[in-house]
């Protein structure tokens, strides 16, 4: 991809549950509700966070699998909306920004860098948790993973975020904190910022890609990028 070598970056497009949210307290007490009703025992919020992971339905199954629960097609379809209907109902009474984040992109937002959002969260609550948050002020575009015909780590959610915003090829940037954002990168051809928080830390990159707080980006520059190829592990954000 060719860049300019001296210009700052146009917009950034960010990834959204661990990267600029701490959202695992509230998703596990929507799991949890819906296990109740089902009546299995609840799990800490360490053990969802670890299959918090393309989306919800993914979610579901896999926490089901590892307590040996196996759902036809059309009972998990309605497990997965009734756990989406308890998170609906209190998204964001325990989620927190990661530190600096809120402040962070008020400045980058300020210096004049548009933001997205390309998320494996459902659409609607994506806009939801926004609203409470007071992020969407700053969002000009969001996408939640059924808001596109293939979700992370197909390149083309990410892409249709890109497109929505009408951003020009090189003059933006993917920030998450998982392989699954590293690989949605790598396949679309755009340059990958990893947060230290999240997953963050269990992403391999060059040092020169690893943030310490988001104002770090004010400082970069496009740069040569040579498109690399990476495997998702299927570990990413819902």
């Known amino acids: 991809m060719n860049q300019h070598a001296h210009?700052?970056?146009?917009?950034?497009?960010?990834?959204?549950d661990g990267t600029l949210i701490d959202s695992a307290p509230d998703i596990a007490a929507a799991v949890n509700a819906y296990l109740a009703e089902q009546g299995h025992a609840a799990l800490e919020v360490a053990q969802v966070e670890r299959f918090i992971?393309?989306?919800?339905?993914?979610?579901?199954?896999?926490?089901?699998?590892?307590?040996?629960?196996?759902?036809?097609m059309a009972e998990l379809d309605a497990a997965v909306a009734c756990y989406i209907a308890h998170y609906r109902r209190n998204p964001a009474?325990?989620?927190?920004f990661f530190p600096h984040?809120?402040?962070d992109l008020a400045k980058l937002r300020a210096a004049g860098i548009r933001l997205g959002i390309c998320t494996n969260k459902p659409h609607a609550l994506t806009l939801q948790i926004l609203d409470l948050?007071?992020?969407?002020?700053l969002v000009e575009v969001a996408l939640g993973a059924?808001?596109?015909?293939?979700?992370?780590?197909?390149?083309?959610?990410?892409?249709?975020v890109a497109e929505q915003m009408a951003l020009a090829e090189g003059a933006w940037a993917y920030v998450g904190d998982t392989t699954v954002d590293q690989a949605t990168a790598a396949a679309a051809g755009v340059?990958?910022?990893?947060?230290?928080?999240?997953?963050?830390?269990?992403?391999?990159?060059?040092q020169a890609q690893r943030l310490h707080r988001l104002e770090d980006l004010l400082s970069y520059r496009i740069a040569p990028w040579v498109k690399?190829?990476?495997?998702?592990?299927?570990?990413?954000?819902?």
């Open 7 to 16: 210009a700052s970056y146009e917009a950034l497009i960010f990834d959204l």
């Open 53 to 72: 992971g393309n989306g919800p339905r993914r979610l579901i199954e896999d926490i089901l699998v590892e307590q040996g629960v196996a759902l036809g």
């Open 93 to 96: 009474s325990h989620t927190r």
């Open 101 to 103: 984040v809120r402040e």
């Open 133 to 137: 948050l007071e992020l969407s002020p």
């Open 146 to 160: 059924d808001a596109v015909p293939a979700c992370k780590p197909d390149p083309g959610h990410l892409l249709a």
């Open 191 to 206: 340059p990958f910022f990893v947060v230290p928080w999240g997953g963050g830390s269990d992403v391999r990159v060059g």
């Open 228 to 238: 690399p190829t990476i495997k998702a592990d299927n570990k990413g954000q819902s």
